[in-house]
């Protein structure tokens, strides 16, 4: 099993709507949790930081549940601009990270 | 700007022919480290490196050596590629309290033929 999972989608998503996706994590030790965008082939770039029980940031939504080892991902009234895909990521003892394989998201209007 | 710099951005070489990616960062960071993506696979740590002199293996090291004589610097070096290692490499660098807030640099396309 992978450290970290992620349903790869894609999700296709309405403009305007709402979409969620989870990310699982297998090391219970993980103290951190975060989301990266990623545009096509480009570098990833930090979304949202999940350090506790969760985070809002506008449109977005991070939670995380430690008990179900997973953190989620909420977008709020989708554009055009967030197809991307997301990338979560989980980094515990040994300063080792790691990341999932990402779920890619398509707003279509 | 704050940034982090890899060169070359493009790369075809050939099996055996030693290669250096080099990786910048001006933002004083402690904590660097070296990741390829591959279609399915995602993100794989390769090395990473607490600060000068400290490095360790990441998730998938074979094939691979890395160097942190100076700060700012993380070059990752192939000493004989092999088709396998084709990928999109990428650095990225973190100060050490948010070590899992990385910076990456834009990436590096590699293929080995």
């Known amino acids: 099993r992978k450290e970290v999972e992620q349903d790869p989608g894609p999700f296709n998503v309405p403009e305007g709507a709402t979409v969620a996706f989870n990310c699982t994590y297998s090391?219970?030790?993980?103290?951190?949790f975060f989301w990266y965008r990623q545009d096509c082939r480009k570098e990833p770039k930090l979304l949202m930081s999940?350090?506790?029980s969760g985070n809002e940031d506008g449109r977005f939504t991070a939670q995380l549940n430690r008990a179900s080892q997973y953190i989620s991902l909420l977008i709020r009234d989708s554009k055009l601009s967030d197809s991307a895909t997301y990338l979560c990521?989980?980094?515990?003892?040994?300063?080792?990270?790691?990341f999932g394989g990402g779920t890619r998201v398509l707003v279509k209007p | 700007e704050a940034q982090v710099t890899q060169n070359p951005r493009y790369l075809i070489t050939v099996t055996g022919k030693k290669l250096t990616v080099t990786c910048s960062q001006n933002?004083?960071?402690?904590?660097m480290s070296w990741y390829r993506q591959d279609p399915g696979l995602g993100l794989r740590q390769i090395y990473y490196?607490?600060?000068?002199?400290?490095?360790d293996k990441g998730d998938v090291p074979e094939g691979y050596k890395v160097s942190r004589k100076e700060k700012r610097n993380f070059p990752l070096i192939l000493e004989s590629p092999s088709p396998n290692q084709t990928s999109l490499y990428f650095c990225?660098?973190?100060?050490?309290?948010?070590?899992?807030?990385?910076?990456f640099g834009p990436g590096t396309r590699l293929t080995v033929l």
């Open positions: 490196s607490m600060n000068v002199e400290v490095t």
């Open positions: 999940v350090y506790s």
């Open positions: 990521s989980s980094g515990g003892a040994g300063n080792k990270l790691t």
């Open positions: 933002m004083n960071h402690e904590y």
């Open positions: 990225a660098s973190s100060t050490p309290t948010a070590y899992n807030e990385q910076f």
């Open positions: 090391n219970s030790a993980s103290q951190s």
